[in-house]
Structure formats: C-alpha cells, structure tokens
C-alpha cells in the first residue's frame, strides 16, 4: 500500500518511507491510497483475541512493507504486562446502561499517548532499516509535560534512536518534571528551558530549519526527526483501541455484532478522534463521533459552521493537553472528505497562517455532518462533571475525561441520541491531582507527589505504580540553559 501526501498526491511513498520521513517535504500529512475494508468474519474473529493480536490485524492492514511476525514484536514489547499494567491493556469500563469508558491510562505515562508513543519507535526504528537509511534518528520534543515523557518512555533504548526532550522551566507541574528528569536509558536527553513553552517550542523549530546544523548532524550521522502526531505511525496504532473497545462490549454481551455504537472523545489536535473516523472507514459499525472541547473550541466551532477560525485568545484550562488552537490531524479529514482534493486542502493549509482562518466546501461540511457532533465544557462544569461522576458511580476520571462525559451528557439531552457510548478516557486522574482534588472539594495546600498521596487516601483509589514510585527515583537530568544554548545542548547530546 502506497502512502501520498495530503497536499500533493503525486508525491508517493511506502509505508516505512511515510514513517522514517514523517511529514511529506510539500508540508502535507500522508494518508493511505486507499483504505482496506474488514474481510466479512474479521471482526467476530477478533473478539476472541487479546488486544497485541488485535492491535497487529489492525496494524497489518495498512503496513505491507512490515510482516506479521515483526508487527507482533513490537506490539508485545510495547503493550505487553509490566509496560501496560492492565492485561486487557485498553479496558472498557460500563457505568450505566448507555455509558462505558475506554481507559488509555494503563501505560507508563499514565496517559493516551503511551498508546502510540509505545508503538512508533518500533516502527521508526524498523522502518530505517527497510528504507537503507544510513542515519540513525535524533528525535527533538518540545513539550508542555506529557507528551516529553511519553516520548522518552517511547523511545527509551530503542535502537537507531536518540531522543531529546526540552521543558519550559515555569511550564511543567513538579510531577511532570520529575518525571522527566529520572528518565532511565542510555539514549535520552532531557533539558529545561528558561522561558515559557514556546520558548522551548521556537528553540526546537529553529533547531529543525538549521540548514548548517543539519549538515553538521548529518555529518555524525545523524538526522533530525519528531515523535508529533502528524506521522502516520504514531496516527495508526491509536485506530487498534476503537476496534477493540467494540470486540470488548460484544464479548461482554453489552452489544450484538453488527450494532452501531458511539464514541466520545476529548479532542486537541485531532489524532485521537481521526483514528476513531478511520476505524468506523474501514467497517467498525460506529454511529456518532462526538468531539468534547474545552474552552478552547476552536474544533466545536468547526463542526457547527464549517470555519476554521483560529484567530482567538489561547485560553489555559485545568485540561491542558487540549489547549491548542491549530489542530494538525484535522488536514488528513479535509483531504478524505473532499475526496482527496490536494489543491484544496493546500489552499486551506495555506490560509491557515496567512489569514488565520479558512472556510471548507458544502461537499466537506455535508461530510463532516454526517459523522460528527461536537460540544464544548467550561473548567467549572469540568470540576462538576468529576464530583458529579465520583458521588454517583464511585468512578474516578481525570479533568480531559470529565470534559468528554460533560460534553456527553449535552449531546444526549439535546439529541436524545440514547445509543450506547464509550467516552475515550484519556488520563489517569492522578495526572491531575490538583483539579481533581479540588473538583471533589478538597482545598488542600499540598504539592507535588504529596497530591498524589492525598488523593488516593481521599479515594481510596491505589495510584499507579509509575506516579507511586517516583519518590524513590534518583533525578539524571538537573541541568537548565536559556534558550540560544539549545542547538549547543543538541549538538553535545550527540558527540
Ligand atoms: C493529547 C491528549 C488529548 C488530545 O488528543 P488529540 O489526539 O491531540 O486530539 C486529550 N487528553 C489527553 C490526556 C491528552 O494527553
């Protein structure tokens, strides 16, 4: 199966060359040429299956350049028990009659992102050697917390990679940083910025338009590369967990085969939901894709007009991982709707920074109508929705999920859509503590790992073994540089 780019379909790639190369030289994203469809039986088959099997058909689809044998390598290193502490590694959890909640948290971030960043190394790593590439990657992360550490976990010895990982020195929770800064292996590097998040951000970017610290690095064989969600690898291993959530709920006879189901998911940039979209492409019978936004609603405000306008103030929230304005994986729908019209989708790729808006087609819209509905949630009714769900079920979500549930809960009085929903949950909440804690009314002066104890005395929920243990792990990584050091900081990583 051959791989184009979102913005120029005549640039064609395999699948390992889309992976080690990440984004299309054009700026587009790639996609598929065409998308399979589940044989008839593949779906019954799977339900019997534990989910690295699920996870390898899913995969083997689209990644013919890779065999069986090796995609279930990765899939057992990357999901397999102590990795994910959860046997059934993405477990669905029912609430109510109507209602489940597909926990992501199992892994070694406590978060949806070891889902994909577990997976990807594997793939880069593999998809070096069948491409003859002669570099090893040098993988550079500017982060706002989570997705530096889900990288790190990620790619954590994994041959042919080194990762880099820069934080703003004011822009990350103490537990974040400590997280970060014990990361075990022996090809990481883990730095703090003076500065903001976009501090570190520019730094990178900088980095990556370097033309003689290119030269320099390649020189050392070495290229640069990134772990963001726009390459095709990281995208597809999230498609496995809509599958099997749907195989969980036939095999617990919550739902028939064939049944139509809804998914709620707490949307940023786009990957999580667009896999969901991909998964009901190729045959899983899904209904509504309903996309929760915070306040930043610039993807709910999309879907009900059609305008992509990202023209307005960033607000921070206590669902941080959802603050974003600029939506990446939202360019690969527009490229599928307008049935891959390229020249239109660089048309509105290219708006996007000129004039901070763009305006899609009716054939789009009637599209995007079809298969989603969306909503949005303040940090207050954030807060309610977490009180709300502890009292009644005695089930504790993070402040991500809890803006999915809310947005839910809308959607159902609105629509009175009734089908049966699984909200994507995609945190642990003792990633949160400080909201959490708050939301469920305890005004506490603690910090750091301290939250972390408190809430699970408060709960009596056990927190998971990462976030428990990291009192006892010695810090490697302790050093800070302004922002004009980091290509020297890159540069010493990898003599
Ligand atoms: C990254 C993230 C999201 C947003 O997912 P996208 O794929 O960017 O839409 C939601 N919740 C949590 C906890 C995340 O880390």
């Known amino acids: 199966m051959q791989y184009r780019s979102t913005r120029d379909k005549s640039i064609k790639m395999t699948s390992a060359q889309a992976i080690a190369q990440g984004l299309s030289r ?4 790639f996609v598929p040429e065409s998308f399979p469809f589940f044989p008839t039986g593949m779906l019954e088959r799977m339900t019997v299956l534990p989910y690295v099997e699920r996870a390898v058909t899913i995969m083997k689809l689209f990644l013919d350049d890779f065999t069986e044998n090796e995609l279930r390598d990765y899939a057992a290193k990357a999901y397999g028990y102590p990795n994910f502490d959860h046997r059934d590694v993405a477990p669905v959890v029912k609430t109510a009659e109507h209602t489940s909640f597909l926990e992501l948290w199992h892994g070694p971030t406590c978060a949806f992102k070891d889902v994909a960043l577990q997976m990807l190394p594997h793939l880069l790593s593999a998809s070096l050697d ?87 690095l390649n020189a050392r064989g070495y290229f640069l590369s990134s772990a963001n969600s726009i390459n ?20 617990s006879g919550d739902i028939a085969m064939g049944d139509n189901i809804n998914f709620c998911v707490p949307t940023g940039n786009f990957g999580n939901i667009l896999a969901g979209y991909y998964a009901k492409k190729i045959g899983l019978p899904i209904g509504r894709l ?25 607000m921070t929230t206590i669902s941080p991982s959802m603050d974003i304005l600029v939506s990446s994986n939202l360019e690969r729908l527009l490229f ?72 839910l809960q809308s959607y159902r009085s609105k629509t009175g859509d009734m089908t049966k929903t699984v909200v994507v949950s995609t945190a642990s909440p003792f990633k949160f503590c400080d909201s959490v804690l708050e939301a469920l009314g305890e005004n506490t002066t ?12 408060f709960t009596g929920v056990r927190a998971p ?8 792990k010695a810090v490697r990584f302790s050093e800070s540089f302004s922002k004009d050091k980091m290509p020297d900081v890159v540069e010493q990583f990898l003599a």
């Open 465 to 472: 073994e990462p976030l428990r243990t990291l009192r006892g």
């Open 130 to 216: 069948k491409t003859g590439e002669t570099k090893d990657a040098c993988v550079l992360v500017a982060t706002s917390g989570d997705t530096g550490k889900a990288a790190l976990e990620g790619f954590c010895d994994v041959p042919r990679t080194k990762i880099m990982v820069f934080y703003p020195e004011d822009g990350v929770s103490d537990v974040q940083k400590l997280q970060m800064t014990t990361q075990q292996g022996g090809n990481v590097g883990v730095a703090a910025v003076t500065g903001n998040f976009d501090d570190a951000q520019t730094g990178v970017k900088k980095i990556f338009s370097d033309e003689k610290m290119r030269e320099r």
């Open 446 to 457: 603690l910090s750091g790992l301290d939250l972390i104890d408190r809430l699970a005395t």
């Open 290 to 314: 309903i996309c929760a936004s915070n306040c930043n609603d610039v993807l709910t405000e999309f879907i009900e007009t059609g305008v992509y306008n990202r023209n307005r103030a960033f």
């Open 336 to 407: 599928d709707l307008s049935g891959g019209d390229d020249a239109r989708v660089a048309s509105y790729m290219k708006a996007l920074p000129d004039e901070g808006r763009y305006t899609v087609s009716g054939e789009i819209m009637n599209g995007v109508k079809s298969h989603f509905s969306c909503g949005r949630c303040s940090d207050a009714e954030t807060k309610a929705t977490i009180r709300e769900m502890y009292k009644k079920e005695h089930y504790l979500i993070d402040t991500h999920t809890a803006v999915a549930y809310n947005v």
């Open 232 to 251: 095709w690898g990281r995208l597809l291993p999230q498609m496995a967990y809509y599958v099997s959530a749907y195989c969980d709920m036939v095999k």
């Open 26 to 29: 054009d700026g587009g994203l």
